[in-house]
């Protein structure tokens, strides 16, 4: 239920940004103004256009459905976007990228990935990037490998973001669930539905 409730506040933010101008620039998280605190939550629920959110929300819930079963989504969803914020300014600030603004779910949902592939360490995830399978674990260490690489390009994507997120879900799964971790026994396709609700 949190996984949805979290894709139903993003999509309620998205339509205020279609319908107020200036939302957006309100709400986004801006390196250059580090002391206005509410964009460092409220930056992970607004988006840059319709592929974003799509691909965010879609992600949101192949990744946030299994998780909620096991654990605080709604925890690692706002601490692992905060992560994220923290990184990116930090390096923003001293000058390791550049200084500009940043917005979306993109460093929660990694954050959730991050939680997946230690909650459910025998799943095999299938992609477009994946076409042959590849476990979450190793999955996971592509994604990171990818985000430190071309986070210090000027691309205009929150690279330092994504990896903070995912580096901080990873960590608060594996410190909620280090009594209760189980071993998920099946593959889990990431472009299907099919295992979401069992």
């Given amino acids: 239920m949190i996984t949805e409730i979290l ?23 801006d390196p250059l103004q580090p002391f206005e605190l509410w964009r460092y939550f409220t ?23 299994p998780v909620e079963k096991k654990t605080n989504l709604l ?9 994220g ?9 001293t000058g390791f990228i ?6 979306g779910a993109s460093g929660a949902v990694y954050g959730i990935l991050g939680a997946f592939v230690v909650l459910y360490p025998s799943a ?5 990037y994946f ?10 260490i592509v994604f990171a490998l990818f985000e430190f690489i071309t986070m210090f390009s ?4 929150g690279h330092a973001a994504h990896l903070g997120g995912l580096v901080v879900g990873y960590i608060i799964a594996k410190l909620i669930s280090k009594n209760e971790m189980q071993t998920y026994p099946q593959q889990w396709r990431v472009y299907s539905w099919e295992q979401i609700n069992k």
């Avoid at 095999?124 to 477009?128: F, G, I, K, T």
């Avoid at 042959?132 to 190793?138: A, H, I, R, T, V």
């Fill in 7 to 29: 894709i139903g506040i993003n999509i309620l933010m998205f339509i205020i940004q279609l319908l107020l101008p200036g939302f957006t620039n309100l709400m986004m998280f």
């Fill in 98 to 103: 550049p200084m500009i603004p940043a917005l």
């Fill in 75 to 83: 925890l690692i969803y706002l601490l692992s976007g905060l992560a």
């Fill in 43 to 65: 930056s992970m629920f607004v988006h840059g256009g319709m592929f974003h959110i799509l691909l965010n929300m879609y992600a949101l819930f192949i990744f946030g459905k």
């Fill in 154 to 157: 000027n691309d205009g994507i």
């Fill in 131 to 140: 076409p042959f399978g590849l476990s979450g674990k190793w999955a996971a």
């Fill in 124 to 128: 095999r995830l299938y992609s477009l």
């Fill in 85 to 93: 914020n923290v990184l990116y300014i930090m390096l923003a600030q």
